[in-house]
């Protein structure tokens, strides 16, 4: 029979919440909620990013790969954990943090398209308590999207590009230079990626499939378009969405639950939620209003 105490640490370091099966690619969130303890893991294929939610600073005591850390953390300082490097972590009251863990593969993959460096040359280096608003902010967006699960895979996909740019830029030992690119899209770009959106907008439009269009890295791609339009490709889909919504909101006989699905959104209440962000009213009282101005 298993220690009993032994069970209850191993329980506790289950995540509250979790990306695991929300298809999210190249990335795992996790957000936790330990009482006082300690652990050890070692991820062979993902680097490792921690951010604190410790309303109140955490004494901890780290150990990665034979180096040594001890002081607190509080809300918002990072710990950066390479692939391939044993952790191991003891602290003394309750800790909050959520975790990101980004595939090594994937890296190498945005050092290669995005910023023309060898990968085999990069190496991630291992931080114990850094700040970086950048890597914090993103870390909030993605926890905060898998709390409300708003966004979409567009908006994901986005998130993980623009942070394993800062990750390779910042906290590797080759720190490569971003290329940096003058004006936007040409038109035929982008009306190209304008048709193939509204054509598409009832399915799960990938950065990849943007990308691939005009064949650049995803990076490039979101970056030009923002130059072009204002707002980033996660943002412009989420609007025409729901412009079609309006549209199809007018016709009485439809039911919410199929403009949901028609406009690309998985449930009734994932298009009321986006509705009432844009609209501040949602689908149900947008009808009502059309009716009572005809």
């Not at 969405?241 to 639950?257: G, T, Y």
Request: with cysteine; proline share 4%.
């Amino acid at each position: 029979m298993k220690n009993p105490v032994k069970q209850q640490i191993e329980c506790n370091n289950l995540p509250i919440l979790s990306s695991q099966d929300r298809g999210w690619e190249n990335i795992l969130v996790e957000q936790f909620q330990h009482p006082a303890g300690e652990g050890r893991t070692c991820y062979t294929k993902e680097h490792a990013i921690c951010i604190s939610l410790a309303p109140r600073p955490v004494r901890l005591l780290q150990n990665k790969g034979g180096k040594v850390y001890a002081g607190l953390y509080g809300k918002g300082d990072i710990s950066i954990t390479p692939a391939e490097t044993a952790f191991f972590a003891r602290w003394d009251s309750e800790d909050r943090f959520v975790q990101i863990r980004i595939s090594s593969n994937f890296l190498q993959n945005i050092a290669r398209e995005t910023l023309d460096t060898n990968p085999d040359c990069l190496e991630v280096i291992s931080e114990f308590k850094t700040r970086d608003p950048q890597i914090e902010s993103i870390g909030m967006m993605l926890l905060s999207e898998l709390q409300e699960n708003l966004g979409g895979k567009l908006y994901i996909e986005s998130l993980v590009n623009v942070l394993a740019v800062n990750l390779l830029r910042q906290y590797s030992t080759t720190q490569p230079r971003l290329a940096i690119y003058e004006g936007g899209l040409n038109e035929p770009q982008l009306l190209q990626v304008l048709e193939y959106i509204n054509e598409y907008l009832e399915r799960e439009i990938k950065l990849a499939d943007l990308a691939r269009l005009l064949d650049m890295s995803q990076f490039h791609f979101s970056y030009l378009f923002k130059r072009s339009l204002g707002i980033p490709p996660y943002q412009y889909l989420l609007q025409q969405r729901i412009e079609r919504a309006k549209q199809l909101l007018k016709q009485k006989e439809r039911s919410i639950m199929d403009i949901a699905l028609e406009c690309g959104f998985n449930s009734h209440s994932h298009l009321s939620k986006q509705f009432r962000q844009f609209t501040s009213m949602t689908p149900k009282v947008y009808r009502a209003n059309q009716s009572n101005t005809h």
